[in-house]
């Protein structure tokens, strides 16, 4: 069946360090994945989103990076902050354009001081 | 800015009772849809609506009805809580056309905890 999944359930890194989440999806349909970030007590906030059609997107301190060969999505984020620590969840919206998503687990990324 | 609201933060109901959540948007956005958030289980589909008046079933339905009156406004209804229905709510909705069609943008969550 489909699934999107995380490698890492936590991730622990320094300040000012770059953070890497990975996630894999299952889908080979699928040409559109997201981004959210979930902080504790609040609802999922989009980051950044990519089509199939391209293989890097940049925003502000956060580059996405999807590998279709391998079904491989990845999300950086530069000099991590105290802030970025929160839930990120990857998603895809599988086959056919029923505007539905399917959403990973989440990785839990953790910023030591 | 999109913006998604959700009548409560926080609701404790009791066994038995009719429970309703509502969510409001204010983009204009065709497609709604209504999540619960449990720990280990991630997302998941209650309900989804493409129109007014029009619902469709995700993959957790059993429970719950939803209603569509305005486009703006999507109401999550618990019949008869249960216990099994203590879990994080949430509400996003998305636009049909343009290039971020599938973007959901979600609101801040219900957490309901039923006694």
């Known amino acids: 069946g489909e699934s999107v999944g995380l490698h890492l359930p936590t991730l622990s890194v320094q300040e000012g360090d770059n953070s890497i989440i990975n996630c894999a999806y299952s889908?080979?349909?699928?040409?559109?994945f997201i981004w959210y970030k979930q902080e504790s007590g609040k609802g999922p906030q989009f980051i950044i989103d990519i089509r199939s059609n391209m293989d890097k997107r940049q925003g502000q301190r956060v580059t996405v990076l999807l590998n279709k060969t391998v079904k491989h999505l990845s999300l950086q984020i530069a000099a991590t902050q105290p802030g970025d620590s929160a839930v990120y969840f990857c998603a895809e919206n599988g086959s056919g354009n029923t505007g539905k998503l399917i959403f990973g687990q989440g990785t839990t990324l953790q910023v030591k001081p | 800015d999109v913006k998604v609201t959700q009548s409560s933060r926080y609701l404790v109901k009791r066994t038995g009772e009719k429970v309703f959540l509502e969510c409001v948007q204010d983009m204009d956005h065709e497609n709604m849809f209504w999540y619960r958030q449990d720990p280990g289980l991630g997302l998941r589909l209650i309900y989804f609506s493409y129109d007014v008046k029009m619902k469709e079933k995700g993959d957790i339905p059993e429970g719950y009805s939803v209603s569509r009156e305005k486009k703006e406004r999507f109401s999550l209804i618990l019949e008869s809580a249960s216990t099994n229905q203590t879990s994080m709510y949430l509400c996003?909705?998305?636009?049909?056309?343009?290039?971020?069609?599938?973007?959901?943008?979600f609101g801040p969550g219900t957490r309901l905890t039923v006694l």
């Open positions: 889908n080979s349909a699928s040409d559109y």
């Open positions: 996003a909705s998305t636009s049909r056309g343009g290039f971020s069609t599938d973007t959901q943008y």
